[in-house]
């Protein structure tokens, strides 16, 4: 048994939030606890939004102050700096950290103790803070992301694209760790939609505009144009929400809208679903969608843009389409096909649960990271 040290810096990841990045770190902490490893948490913010099965971790909070970006840049380096000095205090055989802006705690726990580090790479923050945010100390964040990559004993990274930043920014070896799936918790419903029923075309995840969900609105629209009958879910919730209700209004879709959902209700939410969308736009390719692995394992047929990760994990014409980001036409048709035919999405459906099962499993994704770590710590 480890006594494994999580330390998730990010004041933008809620150890029990609802978003993909909580997700990933709970299912993290699941898979180490079902290996029969002790995990304390380390983080900025804990979140309120506990499963009943995570209730006894033990999260240590150190909050970030400050209100501007400087200040809160600031914060962040003190935090991070508290938080260090609670996991030498507390000691650990292993520091897992979940790369985030200004923190090379594990590389400090590493120099303080001698542990080894697992840095957990999911985006260039950097250059994603510099494009999308504000960054007022840029040197400094350059500088400690390089100490944290160039310290870590395994860096795992979500995609290729994100192995290559690593390494261009002083990881030796990199590994691609792409984002699982919990497929005990996420299967498919035990009773299928009749052929007569309209089908539910769903989208799970935060309503933001790089995840296209108004292309979806869009492609729905075209749908019924054509005279078929499909349904629309969007799980979730973000700052597109007010203006995707008014289009798919305006537009005469049938559409429904839950608001944001708890981790442990998302299992129950995907089994009302047909058919899941992923329709990001032409992006930034590095990231891993977290919620195509919980589609694919939720016995969904995934229609998907081809962009990031996402042709890596849907196998079109198997598991899924594939079709042109941004091209609401293009999504049109790709649903249109799994309407019309209903074997079709049926066949697609049970391959994407069996491949969820065989190749997407968080408990494989931990064991392939820490295969880089010393045996005699990790085994």
């Known amino acids: 048994m480890m006594r494994v040290a999580y330390l998730v810096a990010d004041p933008g990841v809620p150890v029990f939030g609802t978003k993909g990045a909580s997700v990933h770190v709970q299912e993290i902490v699941r898979a180490f606890r079902a290996r029969g490893d002790d995990v304390t948490v380390y983080a900025t913010r804990r979140g309120d939004h506990v499963p009943s099965d995570l209730a006894d971790v033990r999260v240590v909070v150190q909050r ?52 080894p580090v697992v840095l957990e790479v999911n985006a260039p923050l950097v250059e994603e803070q510099r494009r999308h945010r504000e960054l007022i100390d840029e040197q400094a964040a350059v500088a400690i992301a390089g100490r944290a990559l160039q310290r870590a004993d395994v860096t795992a990274c979500v995609s290729e694209p994100v192995a290559v930043w690593a390494r261009e920014h002083g990881a030796s070896r990199p590994l691609v760790a792409p984002n699982g799936v919990n497929t005990d918790r996420v299967r498919p419903p035990l009773v299928r939609r009749g052929d007569d029923a309209p089908p539910t075309v769903g989208f799970v995840g935060t309503l933001k505009p790089w995840h296209g969900v108004d292309v979806l609105v869009d492609a729905m629209a075209e749908l019924a144009r054509r005279g078929r009958r499909a349904r629309l879910l969007v799980v979730g919730d973000g700052p597109q929400r007010a203006d995707l209700e008014a289009q ?132």
């Open 64 to 115: 970030v102050q400050g209100a501007g970006a400087e200040q809160r840049e600031r914060g962040i380096r003190d935090a991070v700096a508290a938080l260090t000095a609670a996991i030498v205090a507390d000691g650990c055989d292993l520091v897992y950290e979940r790369f985030s802006l200004f923190s090379a705690g594990g590389a400090d726990v590493a120099d303080a103790l001698g542990a």
């Open 248 to 379: 798919a209004q305006s537009l005469g879709v049938d559409a429904g809208f839950t608001g944001a959902v708890a981790p442990e209700d998302v299992p129950a939410v995907l089994q009302r679903l047909d058919i899941g969308v992923a329709p990001y736009r032409a992006a930034d390719d590095y990231f891993s969608p977290l919620k195509v692995s919980e589609y694919l394992a939720a016995g969904l047929p995934v229609v998907g843009s081809r962009v990031g990760q996402v042709p890596s994990l849907v196998r079109h014409g198997r598991s899924g389409l594939l079709t042109a980001p941004g091209d609401p036409r293009a999504l049109a048709d790709a649903l249109q096909m799994l309407v019309d035919d209903t074997a079709l999405c049926r066949r697609m459906a049970d391959q994407a649960r069996q491949q969820a099962v065989a190749e997407h499993g968080w408990g494989g994704v931990l064991a392939s990271i820490l295969g880089g770590v010393p045996t005699a710590v990790a085994s």
